[in-house]
């Protein structure tokens, strides 16, 4: 029998775990239920606000307001370089080398600009694999990007679909999909964790393939950075991007992520669309027609970074860099088995099933749970009945994502015990 009492969350919390960074976040005040604060699970849409952002961010202001245009190299930390600070510890996150790594634009930004170079389009092979419940941004990047090149998305983009009755992806189905178009695919591009049920594919296998049949591999990890453990570099990826603000709580629409494998930074022959930033920081005030570019992902940058918004992202990194990815992971699978196991004990009667895989190799801190009634009406009476912030993909999916930085056992706690209390009458 589970225990699913209050008691259990609260003794489950009791213990030390330097993972836990929640006093170092704003957490929201709950409207409904009786709890001051929000159990906050949506951080795989949102992350929370960092007590430090503020101040990083009112540092740049202050800078420009005392320096001016002499910011740029006298500002305190001066904006010319600013970005490259933020390289290290961007690539200790994925898994890279520094120089594999840029914080630029915005994700899907980013996905075209990487489909730019290792989209490479030829009259037999011009597929790009995808899978069929990506979030919509990235079908609609790669069906524009296939139209732009002069082809027809509806035959040169492939989707991966689960098998009947199934939620998830299946790796050797993957595998197989590949090997049947294996001459007409050029580029496999998937969401490292599926933003709709959380399945963590498997990357170094499925990048592994893809060079096989002689295509490139990127990954969208949205959902994978600050979730689960990296390896870009290792798993040879070609190219990745990721989006800031989700589980790396750099705040709403924040600077993105690209990850550019060090095989390619010198092949000068590869396509790239570029802007001054594109250029030898050393040389680029010369002014000069051609650009000259470093063998760094620094060459897909296009413009000046916005300032005012990098601070927040530094913030973030440098609580990832204190916790690090190995004890943050193993605070989330416990924080996660514990939600699962609260979950299943209810499922019968609440009538919910888990989409999200089980095995550990398969899953981040996200789960995705089927319910009976309406998803989107749910979540709002979660929220405004027992302060619970979940996520809702319609028309059945419910999303929580306890993020380990600042979620609690009693915050896992109180998501099961709504969803029970509003799904059956009573509580867990
Ligand atoms: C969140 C998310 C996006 C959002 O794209 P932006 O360019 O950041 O607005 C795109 N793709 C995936 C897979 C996502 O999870």
């Known amino acids: 029998?589970?225990?699913?009492?209050?008691?259990?969350?609260?003794?489950?919390?009791?213990?030390?775990?330097?993972?836990?960074?929640?006093?170092?976040?704003?957490?929201?005040?709950?409207?409904?239920?009786?709890?001051?604060?929000?159990?906050?699970?949506?951080?795989?849409?949102?992350g929370l606000q960092p007590r430090a952002t503020r101040a990083e961010l009112m540092a740049d202001l202050d800078a420009w307001e005392q320096y001016g245009v002499h910011g740029h190299i006298d500002a305190d930390r001066p904006w010319f370089p600013y970005h490259e600070d933020l390289r290290e510890p961007a690539a200790r996150l994925v898994g890279a080398l520094p120089h594999e790594v840029v914080i630029m634009n915005s994700l899907t930004v980013n996905l075209h600009l990487l489909l730019a170079t290792f989209y490479r389009p030829t009259a037999i092979r011009h597929r790009i694999v995808i899978e069929d419940r990506c979030f919509s941004s990235d079908s609609y990047a790669v069906r524009s990007h296939v139209a732009f090149r002069g082809y027809d998305p509806d035959t040169a983009v492939l989707r991966l679909r689960p098998r009947d009755g199934e939620d998830v992806l299946r790796t050797e189905d993957v595998l197989r999909t590949l090997q049947e178009h294996a001459h007409s695919i050029a580029t496999v591009m998937i969401g490292g964790v599926n933003y709709l049920s959380?399945?963590?594919?498997?990357?170094?296998?499925i990048t592994e393939a893809g060079h096989a049949i002689g295509a490139t591999v990127g990954w969208d990890l949205a959902h994978a950075a600050g979730n689960i453990p990296l390896r870009l570099h290792d798993w040879d990826v070609?190219?990745?991007?990721?989006?800031?603000?989700?589980y790396l709580n750099s705040g709403p629409g924040a600077v993105a992520g690209a990850f550019v494998h060090e095989r390619h930074l010198a092949d000068s022959n590869a396509p790239r669309l570029e802007g001054w930033w594109s250029t030898d920081p050393?040389?680029?005030?010369?002014?000069?027609?051609?650009?000259?570019?470093?063998?760094?992902?620094?060459?897909?940058?296009?413009?000046?970074?916005?300032?005012?918004a990098m601070g927040p992202v530094r913030t973030s990194l440098d609580i990832f860099d204190e916790v690090g990815m190995d004890a943050l992971r193993a605070r989330s699978l416990?924080?996660?088995?514990?939600?699962?196991?609260?979950?299943?004990?209810?499922?019968q009667r609440a009538g919910i099933t888990i989409v999200t895989p089980a095995d550990d190799q398969r899953h981040g801190a996200q789960?995705?749970?089927?319910?009976?009634?309406?998803a989107e009406d749910l979540t709002q009476r979660l929220s405004d009945n027992w302060g619970v912030?979940?996520?809702?993909?319609?028309?059945?999916?419910?999303r929580l994502a306890p993020a380990p930085l600042y979620c609690t056992f009693h915050d896992c706690w109180r998501a099961a015990d709504a969803l029970s209390q509003e799904l059956t009458g009573e509580g867990i």
């Open 198 to 205: 959380g399945e963590v594919m498997d990357m170094p296998a």
């Open 1 to 46: 029998m589970t225990d699913t009492s209050e008691d259990r969350a609260i003794t489950l919390d009791a213990s030390e775990d330097p993972a836990l960074r929640r006093d170092d976040f704003l957490i929201p005040p709950a409207v409904g239920g009786a709890f001051p604060l929000t159990s906050y699970l949506a951080g795989n849409s949102l």
């Open 367 to 374: 789960l995705s749970v089927r319910v009976p009634v309406d």
């Open 389 to 398: 912030v979940a996520d809702d993909r319609r028309p059945d999916i419910v």
């Open 238 to 246: 070609d190219f990745a991007a990721w989006c800031s603000y989700k």
């Open 334 to 347: 416990r924080l996660t088995a514990y939600l699962r196991e609260l979950l299943e004990s209810m499922a």
């Open 282 to 308: 050393m040389s680029r005030f010369r002014m000069e027609p051609e650009s000259d570019p470093q063998a760094s992902a620094d060459a897909w940058s296009l413009s000046n970074p916005p300032i005012l």
